[in-house]
Nanobody, 121 residues
Framework: QVQLVESGGGLVQAGGSLNLSCTAS????????MGWYRQAPGKQRELVTI???????NSADSVKGRFTISRDNAKNTVYLQMNSLKPEDTAVYYC???????????????WGQGTQVTVSS
């Protein structure tokens, strides 16, 4: 099994910054991608940003230029630096890892428990 443990989040005023981190543990062959999704009340979960094992990133247009994702492959950890936060960034943020559990190409998705980010106006 694979476990994802998130840290960070909290309450911040608009224009402020927050850092999130997520570390994966357990038995697996590789983590092909790690990233962050978010879900606001009454809305569907949406992609925020992801980063592949090779360092390629993909981000939602709404966070480009404000959020930066990075990854330490040796520590199986992904970081999210969030700057210039807006009230509309308020949501529960979930860490995601796309994992190869064995040498075969089959991938599985794993999720963290979620961490609340609240941006006040």
């Amino acid at each position: 099994q694979v476990q994802l443990v998130e840290s960070g989040g909290g309450l911040v005023q608009a224009g402020g910054s927050l850092n999130l981190s997520c570390t994966a543990s357990g038995r697996f062959f590789s983590i092909n991608a790690m990233g962050w999704y978010r879900q606001a009340p009454g809305k569907q979960r949406e992609l925020v940003t992801i980063i592949t094992i090779g360092g390629r990133t993909n981000s939602a247009d709404s966070v480009k230029g404000r959020f930066t994702i990075s990854r330490d492959n040796a520590k199986n950890t992904v970081y999210l630096q969030m700057n210039s936060l807006k009230p509309e960034d308020t949501a529960v943020y979930y860490c995601n890892a796309r994992v190869r559990r064995t040498i075969t190409p089959r991938e599985s998705d794993y999720w963290g428990q979620g961490t609340q980010v609240t941006v006040s106006s």
